[in-house]
């Protein structure tokens, strides 16, 4: 036997791919999911995750593995690490990034816990990516699909993560593993990938954060650059740097989100593309996977990411002396928004992340 494994089984597809690999390599399996929402048999659970149907798609595949399965109450530790925070950052005028937090804090973290507990040799999920080790050190790499490849939100994984962790699918593309899933006679061979975060399913975030936090968020002005009114916004929080759709303003000509002024509950936009760039970028919270914390002044060249559906441009990165990490780009990047994260790699290589400041 190749070892113990406990498999995060959302009941999508590639979780379920991911158990029947390892259970076929010979490992002896769990599966389990995490309860981290109430369920509502209203949402289209076709486009989020962590439904009532989900669960039911893990545990008929577990099932049908003939493994066991558990579902793991995490509705508390989700509340306190990743929706409190999601409706804190949205409130200081940034954009958050919930799946990477409840990567870090859930999967990695919680559920991790909850493996060793079980006395379990690893702990497996179904992302995108690989992990190889060179020498002593760990590293995280890009999934062989650079289509779903999902390295981007896998950016804050410690040394200690990547050795328990296993990502069987890095190898794969997502049509092989839809064949897979088919020829096992899976239920969810044909699912659709998740679209909504699965606590604002519909994507009404504004409704969310006012209903959850009990703040309301009124209309304020939309300027251009000089202060002239354009017009009345819907609540500050419904816009983010770089937006174009959906701001109603009515005007020959398209214009942008530029900034957020929450001091004077004001958005600013600009028709000028080049008001969006920016040359560089401050991170904090920074997590370095390719080398131990190096040292003040320390420079590297990367590719950088300032999100997940973003391509990579040339930079270099460099560590300031309060800790924060420089990162200065070859070219100006469009719309770099606070809150969101930018990952540096080396060719196929994470070398680390953190997150806008």
């Given at each position: 036997m190749a070892g113990k494994a406990l498999i995060a089984m959302s009941g999508g597809v590639d979780s379920s791919v991911a158990a029947y690999l390892m259970k076929s390599q010979g490992y002896s399996c769990i599966g389990a999911t995490m309860k981290l929402v109430e369920n509502d048999n209203s949402i289209e659970s076709s486009r989020t995750c962590c439904s009532l149907e989900d669960t039911q798609a893990a545990r008929s595949v577990a099932d049908r593995l003939d493994i066991s399965f558990y579902v793991f109450n995490f509705k508390e530790e989700f509340e306190q690490c990743v929706i409190d925070k999601f409706v804190r950052v949205y409130q200081e005028g940034a954009t958050p990034s919930p799946c990477i937090d409840c990567n870090r804090y859930l999967k990695f973290e919680k559920f991790l816990h909850r493996s060793r507990e079980l006395e379990c040799d690893f702990m497996v999920t179904g992302h995108y990516g690989r992990i190889e080790r060179v020498g002593q050190r760990y590293l995280l790499k890009k999934g062989k699909d650079a289509a779903k490849d999902q390295s981007y939100f896998l950016y804050t994984m410690t040394q200690e993560q990547l050795a328990q962790i296993r990502f069987p699918l890095g190898e794969y593309n997502k049509e092989q593993i839809r064949k897979i899933a088919a020829a096992q006679g899976f239920v969810n061979a044909d699912k659709r990938d998740s679209q909504d975060i699965c606590f604002v399913p519909g994507g009404d975030y504004t409704a969310f954060i006012e209903s959850y936090s009990g703040v309301t968020f009124p209309q304020g002005d939309f300027t251009?650059?000089?202060?002239?009114?354009?017009?009345k916004h819907r609540g500050i929080i419904r816009y983010t740097?770089?937006?174009?759709?959906?701001?109603?303003?009515?005007?020959p000509y398209p214009v942008y989100v530029q900034r957020k002024d929450l001091a004077t509950n004001t958005v600013v936009v600009t028709r000028d593309v080049s008001g969006l760039l920016s040359r560089e970028l401050f991170a904090e919270d920074f997590n370095w996977i390719a080398y131990d914390n190096?040292?003040?002044g320390f420079s590297v060249r990367v590719g950088a990411k300032i999100r997940s559906t973003a391509r990579e441009a040339a930079a270099a990165a460099s560590v300031c002396e309060d800790g924060r990490v420089r990162v200065v780009f070859d070219e100006p990047q469009k719309a770099i928004a606070a809150g969101q994260a930018v990952v540096l790699y080396d060719d196929d290589v994470v070398i680390g992340g953190g997150t806008i400041c």
């Open positions: 251009d650059s000089g202060g002239k009114i354009l017009g740097v770089g937006q174009r759709k959906g701001l109603n303003l009515g005007l190096p040292p003040v």
